[in-house]
């Protein structure tokens, strides 16, 4: 569970570092690679339970569709996989259905992690934003008062987006870490010791357990679609990196065409977030714990609602 829930800091982090390089170097994946990288991961995360010798990385090319030579952002994850082999008697548990269902949460957590590393990017290239533009005011710095003064609010409405989206990002992961490692967790444990009679008992409350993780992170039909708008989101906080990656200087506050353009990516994220909040209350009831995401990401909309329902 460390490994495929990447509760792991450190393993998610080395496993998230490894793949970009990878990435960034332009080669295609191959078993003999993803052997290497993965030696290479637990070795430096420090993972060094026998149990993890049986991890495998494993890459679908039929699922990541078209290869190019270097896939950005989320791209770069797809037809990625974490598998085990079990071996027996932990097989007759961890079937290959079961380890479809865990490999269905890595590959959803590997993205939010990697989104999480992306807001860290954005605010350090927002802070160099902001050292600029007080570089050139020390300096006295060309331009009208006009166009200073212009700058420095655009730069206010781009913290403003930084903290949306680290805002969106960081209760998410949060949210379904804690889930996973705590409360999901302490459950299946404790059903094993009250409830488990034998393997076929064993292998229901495990089956319970992986159906909990699954809708913890929005992986069940009942989450009312929330994962689409997920994926959305995270994409906007991706090309958030990349439009401030590709604009030199202070041109992203000043350049009319690329601040034009990033107003377009922060009104894409502020619908796409507003919507997930309203799949959210709208599944609450089905749903529990989707109400405490909903009060996690907008606690004075979530009681706003709640109150106009009771009135």
């Not at 078209?66 to 770069?76: K, Q, W």
């Not at 502020?270 to 009831?285: D, H, K, W």
Request: hydrophobic share 45%; charged share 20%; proline share 2%.
């Amino acid at each position: 569970q460390d490994c495929f829930f990447l509760r792991s800091g450190d393993f998610a982090q080395h496993l998230i570092e490894s793949i970009t390089r990878h990435n960034s170097s332009g080669l295609k994946f191959s078993s003999t690679q993803l052997a290497v990288l993965l030696d290479d991961v637990l070795r430096d995360a420090h993972v060094t339970s026998p149990f993890a010798q049986r991890l495998r990385l494993v890459f679908d090319a039929r699922a990541a569709g078209e290869l190019a030579a270097a896939r950005t952002g989320l791209d770069m994850f797809r037809g990625l996989d974490l598998s085990y082999e079990p071996g027996f008697p932990n097989s007759a548990v961890l079937t290959a259905g079961a380890l479809s269902q865990y490999a269905e949460v890595f590959r959803f957590l590997l993205r939010l992690r990697w989104a999480r590393l992306v807001t860290t990017n954005v605010t350090s290239l927002v802070s160099s934003l902001h050292h600029a533009l007080r570089e050139r005011s020390l300096r006295g710095g060309t331009g009208a008062g006009a166009s200073r003064s212009m700058a420095a609010r655009r730069l206010r409405v781009l913290e403003l987006f930084r903290h949306e989206v680290n805002h969106f990002v960081t209760m998410l992961e949060s949210f379904i870490l804690g889930q996973l490692s705590g409360e999901i967790s302490q459950r299946l444990e404790e059903s094993i010791l009250e409830r488990a009679q034998d393997l076929p008992g064993l292998v229901a409350l495990h089956e319970e357990f992986l159906t909990a993780a699954r809708r913890c992170c929005l992986l069940t039909r009942d989450t009312g679609g929330a994962r689409g708008f997920v994926d959305a989101a995270l994409q906007h906080v991706v090309d958030l990196e990349e439009a401030l990656r590709q604009s030199p200087g202070l041109a992203v506050i000043e350049r009319e065409a690329d601040w034009q353009r990033l107003g377009r990516l922060h009104l894409g994220f502020q619908n796409t977030a507003q919507y997930f909040f309203r799949i959210l209350m709208s599944v609450r009831r089905k749903s529990p714990h989707l109400a405490d995401m909903a009060a996690l990401y907008d606690y004075n909309g979530y009681y706003e609602q709640q109150i106009g329902l009771t009135a």
